[in-house]
Every structure is written in C-alpha cells, then in structure tokens.
C-alpha cells in the first residue's frame, strides 16, 4: 500500500479501492446479476406499493436517468426477473414488479451478502464498521459536492 502522504497519493488510493472493489471483488459477489440490476431490484423491493413501483421512482432513487433506469430495468425483463408494465395509455408512467425469480434471485444474493459481510464484521468490528460507513457517507456526500462545482452545476 502507498504512503499516504500527500493527496495526490491519497487520491490514488480512494481512486484504487473503489474501482478495485467494484472490479475484482463485486465479481465475486454478484455470480448472477450485475451491481447495477441488485441496486434496481432493491430499490424495486423497497419501494413496492400495491406490488409494483414506478420507472421514475427507481430512476430518482437510484439518482440515475430514465433512460439509464430503463437499460436497467430491461436487462430485469430479459432475465425474466421483472415484469414491466403500464396504467392505461402508458402516458401515467410504466412500473415494475417482481417474477417469481426475481424473488428468488434476489433472496439467493441477500443471503450471499448477509453471509459476507457478517464475516466481515465479525473480523473488522461491527461499530468499527457503522463508522466507517458513515465516515464513507459523508466523504461520498463532498465529492459529489466537488464534482457537481468541477461540471459547472450550481448547488440546489
């Protein structure tokens, strides 16, 4: 590991882990369904109401485009995980709701995960960890900060 000693190091190394984790170790973790579709599929498990729930409501909490909701969402319905659907005319908005395996899927990766980072709390620590997370929160919560000032975008 580098000497953390300046920020450019510093910044190498935040840029590091992230992208290592979501490379090498999300594989491993993620067998059959990509990060993005588990993150669509819990926002989808979250938000059901009346058993289904609204592209656009995916889409905000996710923090993504429609569009980019849509690539998702249809990647879902390939697999079968989902079914996507409309009110009416489709002019009120489509929605999602699960498939049988969608159900499934999702149960077979909760457990995946559970089963990890239980381990992984057991060895780093539970509070240990609740700190590090909100440590990570909040460090996510000023980069987005810098970056929305690098792209030129005003704060709301």
């Known amino acids: 590991m580098k000497?953390?000693?300046?920020?450019s190091n510093l910044s190498t190394l935040i840029t590091y882990h992230r992208y290592m984790f979501s490379k090498d170790q999300a594989e491993i973790l993620f067998k059959n369904i990509a990060i993005p579709e588990y993150?669509?599929?819990?926002?989808?498990?979250?938000?059901?109401?009346?058993?289904?729930?609204?592209?656009k409501v995916i889409s905000d909490n996710m923090k993504i485009s429609i569009?980019?909701?849509s690539k998702i969402v249809t990647s879902l319905k390939e697999k079968g995980l989902v079914q996507w659907s409309h009110d009416g005319d489709g002019s009120e908005g489509t929605y999602v709701s699960f498939t049988e395996s969608g159900r499934k899927i999702m149960d077979e990766q909760e457990k995946i995960l559970k089963e990890y980072y239980s381990e992984v709390a057991k060895k780093f620590g539970e509070?240990?960890?609740?700190?590090?997370?909100?440590?990570?929160?909040?460090?996510?919560?000023?980069m987005s900060d810098e970056l929305k000032k690098i792209g030129g975008e005003e704060d709301e």
């Open 3 to 7: 000497k953390i000693n300046d920020i």
């Open 39 to 55: 993150i669509a599929l819990e926002e989808i498990k979250d938000s059901l109401e009346n058993g289904k729930v609204y592209l």
């Open 67 to 69: 569009s980019k909701a």
């Open 127 to 142: 509070e240990r960890l609740i700190s590090l997370l909100s440590l990570m929160s909040e460090l996510e919560d000023i």
